[in-house]
């Protein structure tokens, strides 16, 4: 089992873990929701316990792997190896040693990084990215996440590049979960967008979306159940999501804008639950916000899927595997 390594993908509302091979073929899975109490201690063992499921499925003990890679939202310090505000997680605001907890708890060494930027990664070099050389990642999900390729190389800023759930797409806007006023992801990330619904039905309006939660034994408005809604014809629902794609399209152009990529890869919970009829909706909703508006991007979905993350994240861990010592 030479370089066999694991990759953990935490999300806001679930925890992919994967063990794949040297040719990054997926030897065991598995998906834990993420907790909704406790704080980062409490996730770090629900990841550990996900990499434990799937190290067991691929017949591997996870002393045994090569190295684990881990794709964290909130403010990934890689030196550091510590993750802080990440506002969708609970009580998850001052920097957490997630690599050190994490290697104690699995008996493996550890890399991190950021979770949309590894999902990128993945794309580019595994999934719908393979045909460019530079692309910009959209992950619609619990937020909206961005991932950056430059002229064949990521691009991470100074550490917080990417971050497109943050453009600005109405001045004096929606409050967003940052703190700030008309972020895209006030209007199109899954958290807010469920924060929006639940003022609503408080105000009187009609829905089914809570319903259909409960129905499904769900404490939030998961993908899954957003795409019943508007299976249903739920007014609310469709409401709520044509206000998300015209704000991704806003936003998604804006980015495009600056960057003048060949692509426009779409991921995350929601957008893979939507799937293709979405990233048209997407794609057209940022047509009239692009400056080069007779060339635009290619917009594709992304192809790996729901363990676009956690493979991408088993990428960081080659660092690991090549590391001397």
């Not at 006030?186 to 409960?214: P, S």
């Amino acid at each position: 089992m030479a370089r066999t390594r694991g990759g953990i993908d935490l999300g806001g509302t679930k925890i992919q873990a994967v063990v794949v091979d040297e040719d990054n073929a997926v030897l065991g899975q598995a998906r834990h929701p993420t907790p909704t109490s406790g704080g980062p201690v409490d996730v770090a063992r629900a990841m550990a316990g996900a990499l434990h499921e799937a190290a067991t499925a691929a017949q591997v003990e996870t002393r045994a792997l090569a190295g684990i890679g881990v794709g964290s939202p909130g403010e990934v310090d890689v030196v550091l190896g510590t993750v802080g505000n990440a506002r969708n997680l609970p009580d998850w605001l001052e920097p957490f040693p997630l690599v050190t907890t994490l290697t104690d708890l699995i008996g493996a060494a550890v890399a991190i990084g950021n979770d949309v930027q590894v999902a990128t990664d993945a794309e580019f070099h595994l999934g719908s990215g393979r045909p460019y050389r530079s692309l910009l990642g959209v992950f619609w999900g619990t937020g909206v996440g961005g991932g950056i390729y430059l002229d064949g190389r990521p691009w991470l800023g100074r550490g917080a590049a990417g971050e497109i759930g943050h453009m600005v797409v109405r001045i004096d806007g929606a409050q967003c979960l940052c703190g700030r006023r008309g972020c895209m992801e006030a209007y199109a990330g899954r958290a807010a967008m469920e924060g929006r619904a639940r003022r609503r039905l408080r105000r009187g309006h009609n829905t089914d979306l809570f319903e259909l939660m409960e129905k499904h034994g769900r404490t939030r408005l998961t993908s899954g159940i957003w795409a019943r809604a508007l299976a249903h014809e739920d007014d609310m629902a469709i409401e709520l999501i044509d206000e998300a794609v015209a704000a991704l399209g806003a936003g998604v152009a804006s980015a495009v804008n600056l960057l003048d990529v060949e692509a426009v890869v779409i991921g995350g919970g929601l957008g893979l639950r939507l799937g293709e009829p979405y990233a048209a909706r997407i794609a057209t909703a940022m047509q009239p916000h692009l400056f080069a508006d007779t060339r635009p991007p290619v917009v594709e979905l992304a192809a790996l899927g729901d363990l676009g993350g956690a493979i991408g994240a088993a990428l960081l861990a080659d660092s690991l595997v090549s590391a001397p010592g």
